[in-house]
């Protein structure tokens, strides 16, 4: 295969400190054959299109009306490429991304990823969130379920066969990429790099983890899915064993207010559960400060997701 015609898409919402670094990356890469599509939808409230329109015909803009799932869908309805090539309007690529995502299309695969890095940032909560990422992303295998749409290339005849669930506001690339798993391989490979800028305060930290957490009964409760819902090879296989501690947690110390020996139950959870976040943390953190900062991160992420299925699972019921 020499130098296939690639078409990537970028769906984009109030990204207006980020975009500009993301379209000049785009447009300055190695690979020739491409071209750049990228909707901002009609609900973005900064100046997002604005900076996009400066850019003319190097790029392909339009607004759309309606949330990510929907924008994908009617984007790659457009697209006539050979393939299709996905990234966020708060990602920046290497110059050698789209050349490194064709070259590791062989018979049998329908679609690569590659490595997401943490950009040098001064917010502790980005650095800390993103090098955790990194980490799990640094030990991936070559064959996996599936990877995220901020860094990911598939064959246009897959991609469009395939519709996003618009019922999902996030998690909707995880059920999307399982799908892709009945046409072939989906390959990892981590010479393919995107600069990835996570959420800067604990609200929209926390606000982003809970709709992950709100999403997997969607996901997850199908017939399609209930087998994965052990995990994959991206996400924490701990996160599970942690939210249950964390609930008994709360149950027990609920239940303390009538009795005192379900409180001291309670603090073999909460030991239990911070001895389990103290391992994790073991080779990302450098000081002390970012040791704790590192168990906030994680007592956070888990208390979004065990609280996001909760009402997740009402929702579904």
């Given at each position: 295969m020499k130098n296939p015609s690639v078409t990537i898409v970028v769906t984009s919402r109030n990204d207006e400190r980020t975009i500009k670094n993301c379209v000049d990356s785009l447009l300055n890469q190695t690979y020739?054959?491409?071209?750049i599509y990228i909707t901002v939808a009609t609900s973005s409230t900064d100046k997002t299109y604005d900076i996009l329109k400066t850019y003319g015909k190097k790029i392909i803009l339009e607004r759309i009306q309606g949330n990510r799932p929907e924008s994908y869908n009617k984007m790659l309805q457009k697209v006539k490429t050979e393939f299709v090539?996905?990234?966020?309007?708060?990602?920046?690529v290497d110059k050698n991304w789209l050349k490194s995502l064709i070259s590791s299309f062989v018979s049998g695969v329908v679609a690569v990823g590659g490595t997401i890095k943490n950009p040098p940032s001064s917010n502790m909560l980005q650095d800390l969130v993103g090098r955790e990422l990194e980490y799990r992303f640094a030990h991936l295998p070559k064959h996996v379920a599936r990877l995220p749409t901020m860094n990911l290339c598939v064959r246009a005849k897959y991609a469009k066969a395939e519709r996003f669930n618009t019922e999902l506001r996030v998690a909707q690339e995880t059920e999307w990429g399982y799908k892709l798993n009945k046409y072939g391989k989906t390959i990892f490979n981590p010479k393919a790099i995107v600069w990835h800028y996570h959420?800067?305060?604990?609200?929209?930290?926390?606000?982003?983890?809970?709709?992950?957490?709100?999403?997997?009964?969607?996901?997850y409760l199908t017939q399609r899915n209930l087998n994965k819902i052990k995990g994959d090879e991206i996400s924490d296989p701990m996160m599970p064993f942690q939210i249950g501690l964390l609930g008994l947690w709360c149950l027990f110390l609920a239940a303390g207010a009538v009795d005192l020996t379900y409180f001291k139950l309670s603090g073999l959870f909460i030991s239990s559960l911070l001895v389990i976040f103290a391992y994790q943390t073991h080779g990302l953190a450098k000081t002390v400060i970012e040791f704790l900062y590192f168990l906030a991160i994680f007592f956070v992420r888990t208390f979004a997701w065990g609280l996001g299925i909760f009402v997740g699972l009402f929702e579904v019921l």
């Open positions: 020739q054959n491409k071209k090539a996905f990234t966020d309007g708060d990602a920046v959420r800067a305060t604990w609200k929209q930290y926390f606000k982003q983890q809970f709709l992950y957490g709100q999403n997997v009964p969607k996901v």
